[in-house]
Structure formats: structure tokens, C-alpha cells
């Protein structure tokens, strides 16, 4: 009974760190794609994410989802349904490994967590496929500690849980291998060849969007912006898996200390108590080979090594930390570790709460400025974006509000939003600025400050669009909301 109610509180911490600032925490552009593809038909919601780097298994969820509300907390309470299934995998695996008491520390570890806490308020499918690879996970360690006669449930979970991860993120495959490596490093060939048949299975489920993946892959090789991973990238992938990057001197100084002691801390530990953990290697796979097969994956191709990938490595991690710390309870290097786990946190969260700078600016406050400004003469004035990241969340915030976004520039790292996408949620860019504020008496020119100062940095001048509009028209005023700015024009 007890421990049901310790379970209980934790659900309710992790309940309450994921609701707070739910609703004022605004969306950015990767939200604002994940909703306005989700409104569409399934048919429609397959030719676009065929034509982008992601399966559609979240964005149909995210369809059913929205057809009871299309409110902003709404639509984040799916990530949180699915977190709950996380943190039950977690607890599992942990108390089947070790204990329940480690299965509490674990869940702990996973609801104060400013990584997990993000991905839950995110809309997108991280989340999702968190929670497949840990159910993967989880009846992978029941199927090879098993008897015969229990294996087939296990099998099928399996099975189950690959084809969903791979079905939510075409980076999955590198964590439903880790298992096949574990089994052929302990040489139990026997084993192994039977995952095998559970890996082929998951995959004949896969076929249908397996013919998709080489056009999604050379997608990714031309529209990634992320740079060849060195020690800088490994060292920001540590911190942000742990703590939360945009923080202000001397708190990202402290934050960063903390992260890299508890990873130093936990490890040490681990290594000296290997003997005692049961399945030492599986875990240590998983913290650590999705991560540096990325990287190497980076050198040979357009790079993909980001944080937000590796989320089954974390997960891990926090198994592999509350382990440790059941196995060395009563010592007082638990207390340490939890310790060092809260502060973090406690000193992460409001600074990710209250982050409102690009790429995730204030739009619900810049919209309501624009149709207040404009509502009474939406024929003679325009709205017009610089491009697509703040195009969509004002699209989101105000379906009906009439608004125009310049496109990507062809070939560049920005242009991203393909065709079929475009066809798919019925949202095309403008061709070019003189066809958009074509007959216009007012314009309001929607632009981050950083893609100005881009401009002057690399000794182009001002932003073209703002060259054009300052000839065109004569500027009238500017409205800043953050690092967004509104450029208003009048003949």
C-alpha cells in the first residue's frame, strides 16, 4: 500500500511539472506542422509526410486526438498520455532488473526530467517513440530472462513495439538493433537468430512505408541544418539531455557542472558495481550506441546527430541511475545523486518554462497585435511572413486571419517544406514579395531580428524584403514582441 501511494505522489509530481505553464508556453514552428498536417485527411497526411523525413504514426494519432478539441492543451495532453506509458515501461524494466524501490527512483528521475518534461509539452513524436522503444525494450529483457512457454507474448510485444517505433521516427532503427548486438557480443547465437525472425517481422509490418524511407533519406541529405558533430556537439547533446541549453550566465555555467558530475558520478559507480547489475551490458548499449553510431552516421552523410534522437539513451540512463542507487542505498552517494538531480532541475525548469526567443517567440501575442491592427481592413492590408517558422504558428493561432509567407530559398538548408507537403495541408509560400503586396495600401512585414542581423553579418546589407518594402512604401512603425519584430508600411 505504500508503495502505491509513493507511486501515486511521483505520477502526481510529474503530473504538475507538465501542466505548469502549459497553456502560456506558445508553439513554434515544428508544432505548428505537427497540427496543421494533423487537421488533414489521413490520405493527406501520408502524401505529406511521405514528402518530409518523418512516418506518419504520430500524426495520425495527433488526428484522432484534435477531433474532440483543437485548444493548445488539448492537443499537448496526447504527449502526456503517451509519457504516463513511458514512465510504466520504465518502473517495469527497473523493478524487474533490480527492484520496485529502484522502479520509484526511476520514475522519479523520469518526471523531474527538463528533457522529458519539453518533449511532453511538445507537439511532436518524440514522446511516441520513447515510448516504443521502452516497450521494445522492456519485452526484450522479459523474452531472454522467460521460459519457453511465456516467450510468445514476449515475441509479439516485441514485434509490437519495433513496428511502432519505426512507424514514429525513421532514427529508430538504430535502437531496435542494440538488442541483436547485446545477444551477439554474449554469443547466444541461438537467441539471436530468434530476434532476428522478431526484427524481420517488424519490418514485413514496415513495408508498406519502408519504400518511402530512400526518397525521406535523400530529403534529409539536402533540407538537415545541423553541423558535422565534434566535441562542442557531444558536450551541448550531454547538457541538453540533462539540463535546458538557453540559460542565462552564471546559471548555464552551473548547469553545466552539475550535468557532466552526475554522468561522471553515475558511470564511476556503475563501472565498480558492474558484477551486481544484471544486464550491465543491454544498458550500457543503450545509453550509449544510438549516440555514437549517429555520429559516425554524420561523417557519412548529411549529419543527424541531434539531442532530441537519442531520447532512448536517456531513458536508459535513468534506469542505469536508479539501479545504481538502489544498489548503493544506505551509503550516501544516492543522496548525492538524487541531490544533484533535483538542484539541476529545479534550476532548469524556469528558465525552460518562461524561453520565449527564436524559434519559439511570442506569435500568440504578435497575432493578436495583427488582427486588432488589421481586422478593420483586411482587403486593402497584407500580412506577410518572412518565411514559414513564423508563418505557421500564427496560422495555428489564427486559422481565418488572411496571411502570406515569402518561400525557402531553393536549395538552401532552409528549404524544407516540400511540395507535396504544401499540397498536402494546402499552404503555399508566396513567389515573391512584389506579388504579395501587389494593390496593398498597408503592410505588415512579420521578421525575426535574427534573420536581419544575419544579413549584416554577412555584409549584405539590410534584409532584401526590407529594402523592397522601405522603396515601395513608407515605414510607419515597428512593433517588437521579443526577438520578433513587425515592420508596419502605408502608401
Same mark, same amino acid.
Not at 5 to 32: K, S
Not at 239 to 260: A, D
Not at 389 to 418: I, K, M, R, W
Given at each position: 500500500?505504500?508503495?502505491?501511494?509513493?507511486?501515486?505522489?511521483?505520477?502526481?509530481?510529474?503530473?504538475?511539472?507538465?501542466?505548469?505553464?502549459?497553456?502560456?508556453?506558445?508553439?513554434?514552428?515544428?508544432?505548428?506542422?505537427?497540427?496543421?498536417? !494533423?487537421?488533414?485527411?489521413?490520405?493527406?497526411?501520408?502524401?505529406?509526410?511521405?514528402?518530409?523525413?518523418?512516418?506518419?504514426?504520430?500524426?495520425?494519432?495527433?488526428?484522432?486526438?484534435?477531433?474532440?478539441?483543437?485548444?493548445?492543451?488539448?492537443?499537448? =495532453?496526447?504527449?502526456?498520455?503517451?509519457?504516463?506509458?513511458?514512465?510504466?515501461? %520504465?518502473?517495469?524494466? /527497473?523493478?524487474?532488473?533490480?527492484? @520496485?524501490?529502484?522502479?520509484?527512483? %526511476?520514475?522519479?528521475?523520469?518526471?523531474?526530467?527538463?528533457?522529458?518534461?519539453?518533449?511532453?509539452?511538445?507537439?511532436?513524436?518524440?514522446?511516441?517513440?520513447?515510448?516504443?522503444?521502452?516497450?521494445?525494450?522492456?519485452?526484450?529483457?522479459?523474452?531472454?530472462?522467460?521460459?519457453?512457454?511465456?516467450?510468445?507474448?514476449?515475441?509479439?510485444?516485441?514485434?509490437?513495439?519495433?513496428?511502432?517505433?519505426?512507424?514514429?521516427?525513421?532514427? !529508430? &532503427?538504430?535502437?531496435?538493433?542494440?538488442?541483436?548486438?547485446?545477444?551477439?557480443?554474449?554469443?547466444?547465437?541461438?537467441?539471436?537468430?530468434?530476434?532476428?525472425?522478431?526484427?524481420?517481422?517488424?519490418?514485413?509490418?514496415?513495408?508498406?512505408?519502408?519504400?518511402?524511407?530512400?526518397?525521406?533519406?535523400?530529403?534529409?541529405?539536402?533540407?538537415?541544418?545541423?553541423?558535422?558533430?565534434?566535441? =562542442?556537439?557531444?558536450?551541448?547533446?550531454?547538457?541538453?539531455?540533462?539540463?535546458?541549453?538557453?540559460?542565462?550566465?552564471?546559471?548555464?555555467?552551473?548547469?553545466?557542472?552539475?550535468?557532466?558530475?552526475?554522468?561522471?558520478?553515475?558511470?564511476?559507480?556503475?563501472?565498480?558495481?558492474?558484477?551486481?547489475?544484471?544486464?550491465?551490458?543491454?544498458?550500457?548499449?543503450?545509453?550509449?550506441?544510438?549516440?555514437?553510431?549517429?555520429?559516425?552516421?554524420?561523417?557519412? #552523410?548529411?549529419?543527424?546527430?541531434?539531442?532530441?534522437?537519442?531520447?532512448?539513451?536517456? =531513458?536508459?540512463?535513468?534506469?542505469?541511475?536508479?539501479?545504481?542507487?538502489? &544498489?548503493?542505498?544506505?551509503?550516501?552517494?544516492?543522496?548525492?545523486?538524487?541531490?544533484?538531480?533535483?538542484?539541476? @532541475?529545479?534550476?532548469?525548469?524556469?528558465?525552460?518554462?518562461?524561453?520565449?526567443?527564436?524559434?519559439?517567440?511570442?506569435?500568440?501575442?504578435?497575432?493578436?497585435?495583427?488582427?486588432?491592427?488589421?481586422?478593420? !481592413?483586411?482587403? /486593402?492590408?497584407?500580412?506577410?511572413?518572412? $518565411?514559414?517558422?513564423?508563418?505557421?504558428?500564427?496560422?495555428?493561432?489564427?486559422?481565418?486571419?488572411?496571411?502570406?509567407?515569402?518561400?525557402?530559398?531553393?536549395?538552401?538548408? $532552409?528549404? /524544407?517544406?516540400?511540395?507535396?507537403?504544401?499540397?498536402? #495541408?494546402?499552404?503555399?509560400? &508566396?513567389?515573391?514579395?512584389?506579388?504579395?503586396?501587389?494593390?496593398?495600401?498597408?503592410?505588415?512585414?512579420?521578421?525575426?531580428?535574427?534573420?536581419?542581423?544575419?544579413?549584416?553579418?554577412?555584409?549584405?546589407? $539590410?534584409?532584401?524584403? =526590407?529594402?523592397?518594402?522601405?522603396?515601395?512604401?513608407?515605414?510607419?512603425?515597428?512593433?517588437?514582441?521579443?526577438?520578433?519584430?513587425?515592420?508596419?508600411? !502605408?502608401?
Amino acid at each position: 500500500m505504500r508503495e502505491k501511494i509513493q507511486i501515486a505522489l511521483i505520477v502526481l509530481l510529474g503530473l504538475i511539472l507538465r501542466l505548469l505553464y502549459v497553456q502560456q508556453r506558445g508553439i513554434w514552428y515544428d508544432d505548428a506542422f505537427s497540427i496543421l498536417l !494533423a487537421k488533414q485527411s489521413l490520405a493527406q497526411i501520408i502524401s505529406g509526410t511521405a514528402a518530409d523525413t518523418m512516418p506518419p504514426l504520430y500524426y495520425f494519432l495527433l488526428h484522432f486526438w484534435m477531433m474532440v478539441s483543437m485548444k493548445i492543451v488539448w492537443i499537448r =495532453l496526447l504527449n502526456l498520455v503517451i509519457f504516463y506509458g513511458v514512465l510504466g515501461f %520504465a518502473y517495469q524494466i /527497473t523493478k524487474h532488473i533490480v527492484s @520496485s524501490k529502484a522502479g520509484l527512483i %526511476a520514475i522519479f528521475l523520469l518526471s523531474i526530467s527538463p528533457f522529458l518534461i519539453y518533449h511532453t509539452q511538445e507537439v511532436r513524436m518524440y514522446m511516441l517513440l520513447a515510448f516504443c522503444q521502452v516497450g521494445y525494450f522492456y519485452y526484450f529483457i522479459r523474452w531472454i530472462d522467460s521460459e519457453q512457454p511465456e516467450k510468445k507474448v514476449y515475441v509479439f510485444g516485441m514485434i509490437l513495439f519495433a513496428t511502432g517505433a519505426l512507424y514514429s521516427h525513421n532514427l !529508430a &532503427i538504430f535502437g531496435l538493433v542494440i538488442p541483436g548486438i547485446y545477444l551477439l557480443v554474449k554469443r547466444q547465437i541461438s537467441q539471436t537468430m530468434h530476434w532476428i525472425v522478431t526484427i524481420i517481422g517488424s519490418l514485413l509490418l514496415f513495408t508498406p512505408w519502408l519504400v518511402l524511407v530512400p526518397g525521406q533519406i535523400e530529403k534529409i541529405q539536402t533540407a538537415f541544418w545541423t553541423p558535422r558533430p565534434g566535441i =562542442l556537439q557531444i558536450i551541448q547533446s550531454i547538457y541538453s539531455l540533462l539540463s535546458f541549453i538557453p540559460q542565462p550566465s552564471p546559471w548555464i555555467m552551473i548547469s553545466g557542472v552539475l550535468s557532466f558530475q552526475i554522468l561522471a558520478l553515475v558511470l564511476w559507480i556503475g563501472i565498480k558495481r558492474r558484477h551486481q547489475i544484471k544486464h550491465f551490458l543491454l544498458i550500457i548499449f543503450g545509453m550509449i550506441f544510438i549516440p555514437m553510431v549517429l555520429f559516425v552516421v554524420s561523417y557519412l #552523410m548529411r549529419p543527424v546527430y541531434v539531442a532530441r534522437g537519442f531520447i532512448l539513451s536517456l =531513458l536508459m540512463f535513468y534506469i542505469f541511475t536508479a539501479i545504481i542507487c538502489w &544498489i548503493n542505498w544506505g551509503g550516501g552517494i544516492e543522496k548525492i545523486i538524487l541531490g544533484l538531480f533535483i538542484i539541476l @532541475s529545479a534550476i532548469s525548469l524556469p528558465f525552460q518554462y518562461n524561453f520565449d526567443l527564436f524559434p519559439r517567440s511570442p506569435f500568440a501575442a504578435a497575432c493578436t497585435y495583427l488582427t486588432d491592427e488589421i481586422n478593420q !481592413a483586411i482587403d /486593402t492590408n497584407v500580412v506577410l511572413h518572412d $518565411n514559414k517558422l513564423s508563418a505557421f504558428p500564427c496560422f495555428v493561432y489564427e486559422p481565418e486571419f488572411p496571411q502570406l509567407f515569402l518561400g525557402d530559398e531553393s536549395g538552401s538548408h $532552409n528549404d /524544407t517544406y516540400a511540395f507535396a507537403s504544401q499540397q498536402a #495541408m494546402n499552404l503555399y509560400p &508566396i513567389e515573391n514579395i512584389e506579388q504579395a503586396v501587389s494593390g496593398r495600401d498597408e503592410v505588415y512585414f512579420v521578421v525575426f531580428v535574427r534573420a536581419i542581423d544575419e544579413y549584416a553579418e554577412q555584409g549584405d546589407g $539590410n534584409h532584401p524584403a =526590407l529594402v523592397y518594402l522601405s522603396e515601395a512604401f513608407t515605414q510607419k512603425d515597428i512593433k517588437y514582441f521579443n526577438d520578433l519584430a513587425i515592420y508596419h508600411y !502605408a502608401k
